[in-house]
């Protein structure tokens, strides 16, 4: 099946330094990526969509200066929390989709904790 | 109202039970459901795509009911492994990539 990776798996920064999330598809490419984010006991929330070669397409309430999110191949995406702050620590999970016969799927990278103190 | 609704759970059942759990969706016109199992701390994986003719896979059944928007999931025979969130999905409408996740059904299961 397609592999999704996230590097790092975790981190912890202080208030106010800045953190990029990368997510890569291993064995496919991906035109499209998402990203996630969920907090304890909560449902996954979208964040935005990472189209290859333009603009991220953000959800409604998410900052996108703040998140930035760069597709520069078709096998990479990177988010980075700007001037990360405590309300911040989340769990972000990425996806890519690939074609399987009928329609897409998406498969998840393992997620990145992020922890700002 | 929300777009996925699930009952939160916890559902506490022993080795070698039935389980079933059940989702609501808001938007009629979605086209693709999905079950997705989430263990602690870790990202979801697909368990089952939910066709509208139903579907099993092992012990595992899935069940559409578009006119009630009802989506269902029956675990026959549970094992100790199976214990974790399993996630109700469905795509929003107009774009068939992005998925709408329920808040999830905890279930736990006891020797």
């Known amino acids: 099946g397609a592999v999704v990776s996230q590097h790092p798996s975790w981190v912890i920064c202080k208030s106010g330094t800045s953190v990029k999330i990368e997510c890569r598809s291993l064995d496919f490419q991906a035109t499209t990526m998402f990203w996630y984010r969920q907090f304890p006991k909560q449902s996954l929330m979208l964040m935005a969509t990472s189209n290859e070669g333009s603009k991220a397409t953000y959800e409604q309430g998410v900052e996108k200066d703040k998140f930035l999110i760069n597709h520069a191949s078709l096998t990479l995406s990177t988010l980075t929390v700007t001037s990360a702050h405590p309300e911040d620590s989340s769990f972000y999970i990425c996806?890519?989709?690939?074609?399987?016969?009928?329609?897409?799927?998406?498969?998840f990278g393992p997620g990145t904790r992020l922890t700002v103190l | 109202r929300k777009e996925v609704e699930q009952d939160p759970g916890p559902f506490n059942v022993p080795e070698g039970a039935t389980v079933a759990f059940n989702c609501t969706y808001s938007?009629?016109?979605?086209?693709?459901f999905f079950w997705y199992r989430q263990d602690c701390r870790k990202e979801p994986k697909l368990l089952m795509s939910v066709y509208s003719s139903g579907n099993e896979d092992g012990r595992f059944t899935a069940q559409l009911n578009r006119a009630s928007q009802y989506i269902s999931l029956l675990i026959r025979d549970s094992k100790l492994s199976d214990s974790a969130t399993y996630l109700c999905v469905v795509n929003s409408l107009g774009n068939t990539d992005k998925l709408i996740f329920g808040t999830g059904t905890r279930l736990q299961v006891f020797p």
């Open positions: 938007n009629s016109a979605s086209q693709s």
């Open positions: 996806s890519a989709t690939q074609w399987e016969g009928q329609s897409d799927t998406q498969y």
